[in-house]
């Protein structure tokens, strides 16, 4: 038996422990069923999946206890980068299944696709693992926004290449308005869902620099960039940059926002390639000319 190196509580296993058990073996202290009350107990048969091909060291080379490593690696046992997978590891299916009870869906059978996922993506890293595609992880103005790899996406998904790139290209260098961004259905959404995380990773009340992080998002517009940045510096000294995706480094894994905020992201005076890989779009490199 493996001890666990994170100190994964009941609570944490819910949200933490489903990436990496998909690509590890199974540690008893992060399977369903496992509660922490003076001793962990069991309600449920003990799951394992089969790796073809694979021998034990070569799994355990894929151990990690981090969202970022974990979906990569889901991704690498499929063979790609940024792809749905789901339907390509039916050794998954089982424990998604078995876990659905963690996104308040009934445990059982009944989660058979990508397709059965799309309403877990907000709110489980592990669709955005199985089902990046889907879900939205390599899209940069798409209503997903916990597309940082360390919320769950793979990190291929917004390397600035493929479809994600190809997205950045066409996007207008335009930026709109606080006034604009608050009625605009898409910033709205991302607020609810920056809510959302800030909750999940900032669990203490104290030096957080919102507490209803939805409206502090929707009266901000662009200006949340400097705005979260120096609250973030003051509150625990980390520079952060939210154009790029760096809200607040590993804890809270976020969308870029240049794509959308290209005149507060500085999305000019760079070369072409220089600004897709700021996030921005690749159009603001016509307009600064």
């Known amino acids: 038996a493996k001890t ?14 489903h990436i990496q058990a998909i690509n590890e073996t199974i540690y008893p202290e992060l399977m369903p069923g496992w509660k922490d009350g003076g001793g962990l107990k069991s309600s449920v048969a003990p799951m394992t ?16 206890y981090d969202f ?11 063979g790609t980068t940024c792809s749905d997978v ?6 998954a299916q089982r424990f998604v299944n078995a876990s659905a009870d963690a996104v308040g869906a009934p445990p059982g059978r009944g ?18 693992a199985l089902c990046p595609s889907t879900c939205g992880c390599d899209d940069p103005t798409g209503e997903l926004f916990a597309t940082g790899s360390s919320s769950g996406c793979p990190a291929a998904c917004t390397a600035v290449a493929g479809a994600y790139r190809s997205s950045l290209e066409a996007l207008p260098c335009v930026e709109r308005t606080q006034q604009e961004l608050a009625s605009d259905p898409l910033w709205q959404e991302w607020a ?18 919102c ?18 940045s120096d609250a973030v510096n003051a509150s625990i000294g980390w520079s952060v940059d939210p154009c790029n995706g760096n809200w607040m ?29 700021r996030h921005c779009p690749g159009t603001c490199a016509a307009s600064s000319r």
């Open 211 to 228: 507490t209803n992080c939805t409206e502090y998002m929707m009266s901000s517009g662009c200006g949340i960039i400097a705005k979260w």
């Open 111 to 128: 989660i058979e696709s990508c397709a059965d996922m799309t309403r877990f993506c907000k709110r489980w890293p592990l669709a955005r």
């Open 49 to 64: 999946f089969e790796f073809a091909l694979n021998a034990l060291a070569e799994v355990k080379k894929r151990e990690a």
């Open 192 to 209: 609810r869902q920056f809510h959302y995380q800030v909750d999940l990773a900032w669990k203490y009340g104290r030096g957080r620099p």
């Open 86 to 91: 789901f339907s390509v590891l039916p050794q």
């Open 4 to 17: 666990n190196p994170m100190d994964v509580t009941q609570h944490r296993m819910r949200s933490y422990g």
């Open 68 to 78: 970022s490593q974990a979906s990569a690696s889901v991704q690498s046992i499929a």
């Open 249 to 277: 480094h590993d804890l809270i894994g976020l969308k870029a926002v240049a794509a959308y905020c290209p005149v507060t992201c500085g999305c000019s005076g760079m070369t072409h390639e220089a600004l897709l890989q």
